[in-house]
T-cell receptor, first 113, second 114 residues
């Protein structure tokens, strides 16, 4: 049972480049989330989705875009990478009810130089 | 706006000690509270989830309590072991659907000395 899988695990980008962080889950969870974690800080929500075709902004959405065409996949897009986007990105998923915890991937460590 | 605070930021204890990790939140209108463990370079692993109607949850050597009215939760770790060394984060949600998103504390980094 793979759970939540994120790719790539590490990436270095140049300022202005774009990339997509991939996230897929095999637990048939309706809810999916993208967080970023900066050193010494808790996690901040970037975007979330309550089901295929439905996405909404979180606390820090600027500079990012998402899509949710299937239940399994929730990619995060950086269009014009900036140094402030250097961070560790986590994808998570959970069941619809809210009585179950969120399951996290191992993260993507992204550096913008 | 909900704020979650975890103090201290770091804690070092000798092996075998019973310890308590604290979490406080400013808005008592929560749906549930979760405690997570994060190992270096890894994602978060859920330890315990407490619904707002519950007072505590237990799993092995871990016990989490919730006092919603005072905006506090504690994670009790019994007979600590070096393998318990990790960062522990608490997080709260307001409900289901669009309110299911979590607000996190910054975490407490625990070191258990052999």
């Amino acid at each position: 049972n793979a759970g939540v899988t994120q790719t790539p695990k590490f990436r270095i980008l140049k300022i202005g480049q774009s990339m997509t962080l991939q996230c897929t889950q095999d637990m048939n969870h309706n809810y999916m989330y993208w967080y970023r974690q900066d050193p010494g800080m808790g996690l901040k929500l970037i975007y979330y989705s309550v089901g295929a075709g439905i996405t909404d902004k979180g606390e820090v959405p600027n500079g990012y875009n998402v899509s949710r065409s299937t239940t399994e996949d929730f990619p995060l897009r950086l269009e014009l990478a900036a140094p402030s986007q250097t961070s560790v990105y986590f994808c998570a998923s959970s069941l619809l009810t809210g009585y179950q915890p969120q399951h996290f991937g191992d993260g993507t460590r992204l550096s913008i130089l | 706006k909900q704020e979650v605070t975890q103090i201290p930021a770091a804690l070092s204890v000798p092996e075998g000690e019973n310890l308590v990790l604290n979490c406080s939140f400013t808005d008592s209108a929560i749906y549930n509270l979760q405690w997570f463990r994060q190992d270096p370079g890894k994602g978060l692993t859920s330890l315990l989830l407490i619904q707002s109607s519950q007072r505590e949850q237990t799993s092995g050597r871990l016990n989490a309590s919730l006092d919603k009215s005072s905006g506090r939760s504690t994670l009790y770790i019994a007979a600590s072991q070096p393998g318990d060394s990790a960062t522990y984060l608490c997080a709260v949600s307001k409900g289901t659907g669009a309110n299911s998103k979590l607000t996190f504390g910054k975490g407490i980094t625990l070191s258990v000395r052999p």
